[in-house]
């Protein structure tokens, strides 16, 4: 077997897992992550005391109710359904929770949207005790096969252990062992309450990322004190709430695979029961060497397991190049996103399974497909189409395939679509596609192809703004710039500060050591980006000083040696031995329009539709090739 660690059993408690893979609580489509081989299924999360715990609503019921307990006893069958360990998070959202008087917390204030937290008494303690103890009791009952005690992210518990949120000056405040009092008492109250051969898993943060939070020594610190009462414990870190720490809880594009594995390894050096992590594991090979090594005893996969539920069960079967890569894009988050187009920008299913099958059909009769532009849309429009038995004819007129993410996998910050492009390149490799590189389709060699069906993918091309002196030597376009950066000089001035200027001026400065100017006509950098990603890109850009953003500032003249900006209705001249316009993107319509009128099954996808992000691109090819 490739990955021996990863698929080799382990014991909790008295419970077996069959190997060392966890399905972390995201999403609420456990069926895919059940049947795609992981060892534990935690299947999603309740609220451990109604009316004053939920973060979603104050009116979310109790999942053991009498109205809600079949649900949530289908969650378990559904987690079981493959031979997964099914658990259940069990948190409470403590002075962020959504309540329709006052919420409890360690200290008390009046909230942003007026409503009180209030500091939680004797009594108030008491109840939360209660409600934690009746919901691992009635999980126990129901069926689970253990519990997830939410620690971490600045939940309740995590709220008294960290200095961050607790100010109070009493027996459950200051000190360490004061702090981690509460947190102690909920294990106790929870332990009796299941009892001794019962699995308890912990998550906790091992870092909050905010100036004042809980140093990881005091993590490490309560993880042993909590250790007789717990069965295992779960390695994160970052803060849900705090949006400046939420970037490196769930990781962008900007940060390094399997950030919390450090901090695991310690805590593992430290205690006698199973250490699990989570964070950006992205693929069996890393997730194998945390294993080998000694690092971890388990790896906790969330957005891998959106991106490929699968994951596990092609990685047991040694098909690792046949798992579909996580790109961190965050578009599956609902925080990041504002719960507007939540989705996987790789995996068409999530969030769409009331239409997206599990299972792709065969066709029911053999058409000729021909796809026109072998980018995100076209590459996956022709793989579902050869997947359900049409003959693809796949046309790119350039000698690559990839569309605009052959060009963004060279980013130095872009490691993650360089996965994805391989994967799909290797999809290729594997399938009947008939791929004509090099060819120009036309209107005429689709008449000479003769296809029942076409798909046009023809994607975007840059926009040129009429800015005098557009077409001087120094310019050139951010392609360009791309796979041509050995043609940059030294003094850069990039007109455009979305997504792609920002990033290109930030590799340039943080790592080629150029003085970088970007001139942006709005007031915000990468607008187009969701707020995550945004946070995530300033933060780094606070850490290259050479790259300085001129907002709401126009480029009037592009000269010899520099451009003339305006900015607060006043000229300045920038020096410049590089100028790049990375001005956005336009739909290639007229291309796209031509191809209309040959033959009645012509579809338009991509960005030639309007560029947007890969989520669409993707799901666009999936839904059209998958419905002809």
Known sequence: MKYPNLFSPIKINDMVIRNRIVATPMGHNFTDKALGGAGIIIAGSVIAEPGRSSFASPDEPYAFSKYQVEKTRERILLAQQAGAKAS?????????????????????????????????????????????????ADAKKLGFDMIFMHFGHGWLAAEFLSPYFNKRTDNYGGSLENRARFPKRILERVRTAVGPKFPIDMRISATEWVEGGIEFEDVLAFIKMVEPLIDTVQISCGLDLVHEANVHMVTTNFEEHMPNAKYAKIVRENVNIPVSVVGAIMNPEEAEQLLADGTVDLVALGRPL??????????????????????????????????????CSVNPRYANESFIPLKLKKAERKKKVAVVGAGPAGLKAALIADQRGHEVILLEKNPYVGGAIHAVAMEHYKSDILAYLDYLKTQLKKSRIDIRLNTE???????????????????????????????????????DAIEHEDRIGQEVVILGGGTIGAEIGLELASLRKKHVTVIELAGEIASQGNML????????IEQAPA???????????????????????????????????????????TAADSFYGIIPETFIIGDCKQPRKIMEATLEGYCIAANL
């Open 533 to 540: 990603y945004r946070i995530a890109l300033h933060q780094k």
């Open 547 to 589: 790259l300085n953003f001129m907002l709401n500032s126009k480029c009037q003249e592009i000269r010899e040696n520099g451009v003339v900006v305006n900015t607060n209705q006043e000229e300045k001249f920038l020096p410049a031995d590089t100028v790049i316009i990375a001005t956005g993107l336009r739909p290639n319509k």
């Open 88 to 136: 259940i998070e069990i948190g409470h959202a403590g002075q962020y929770a959504r309540v329709k008087d006052y919420a409890k917390g360690p200290t008390g204030f009046i909230r942003e949207d007026g409503v009180e937290v209030k500091e939680m008494t004797e009594e108030m303690m008491e109840e939360t005790l209660d409600g934690y103890a009746r919901t691992a």
């Open 441 to 479: 389709a036309t209107p005429k060699v689709i008449e000479e192809i003769k296809p029942d069906a076409v798909i046009v993918a023809v994607g975007s091309i840059p926009f040129t703004p009429p800015v005098p002196g557009i077409d001087k030597k120094l310019v050139m376009n951010f392609y």
């Open 306 to 343: 959106a991106a490929d539920p699968e994951w596990p069960e092609k990685a047991r079967e040694s098909r690792a190049e046949d798992i579909v890569p996580c790109i961190r894009c965050l578009q599956c988050y609902h925080i990041a996103s504002n719960r507007w187009n939540v989705g």
